[in-house]
T-cell receptor
């Protein structure tokens, strides 16, 4: 089975530009998570969806960040406008509803905002 | 108080020794506990899950859970240089699928 797929793997953009990160969860998984990882703050949960519905977006840093999940196989995280402090690795993870709660991570998108 | 706490390390052990990684959590209602391994520049990889008190063994890895004391640990037997990585503890504190991650412990296995 294919794992979680993320694109692009690397993104370099200038401050003020719009950035869109994409994620395809594992087939059959009904929960999807967006994380951000930096050296300073570690792994932070930004938002998660259950059955395509946003459940908790309290980790989204500010209004410049938005996330959507239009169907069970696709999600986007958008930053507009981007700022240098948004530079980080963004991970998408998915899990299957049940008692196990095991999350499986994609390879991540390394974002650099200059 | 952080929800999930780990010593950041680095924890250095000689090759062949047992590495012991510890994690404490604050929510007594937590039910599910995980250990992830993250190599530098890579994504976290799930290596162990544990749901009930006691030990769970998988190859060279043993996860230990003590809910009364609110700690979970990971033992790596016969440590290898390839085990050198950051190990993240994660805890499910109820409510859908959300888990909380610790900041990770960096393990260095010295040949």
């Amino acid at each position: 089975d294919a794992g979680v797929i993320q694109s692009p793997r690397h993104e370099v953009t200038e401050m003020g530009q719009e950035v869109t990160l994409r994620c395809k969860p594992i087939s059959g998984h009904n929960s999807l998570f967006w994380y951000r990882q930096t050296m300073m703050r570690g792994l932070e949960l930004l938002i998660y969806f259950n059955n395509n519905v946003p459940i908790d977006d309290s980790g989204m840093p500010e209004d410049r960040f938005s996330a959507k999940m239009p169907n069970a196989s696709f999600s986007t995280l958008k930053i507009q406008p981007s700022e240098p402090r948004d530079s980080a690795v963004y991970f998408c993870a998915s899990s299957r509803q049940g008692i196990d709660y095991e999350q499986y991570f994609g390879p991540g998108t390394r974002l650099t905002v200059t | 108080q952080k929800e999930v706490e780990q010593n950041s390390g680095p924890l250095s052990v000689p090759e062949g020794a047992i590495a012991s990684l510890n994690c404490t959590y604050s929510d007594r209602g937590s039910q599910s506990f995980f250990w992830y391994r993250q190599y530098s520049g890579k994504s976290p990889e799930l290596i162990m899950s544990i749901y009930s008190n006691g030990d769970k063994e998988d190859g060279r890895f043993t996860a230990q859970l003590n809910k009364a004391s609110q700690y979970v640990s990971l033992l790596i037997r016969d440590s290898q240089p390839s085990d050198s990585a950051t190990y993240l503890c994660a805890v499910n504190s109820g409510g859908y699928q959300k888990v909380t991650f610790g900041t990770g412990t960096k393990l260095q296995v010295i040949p």
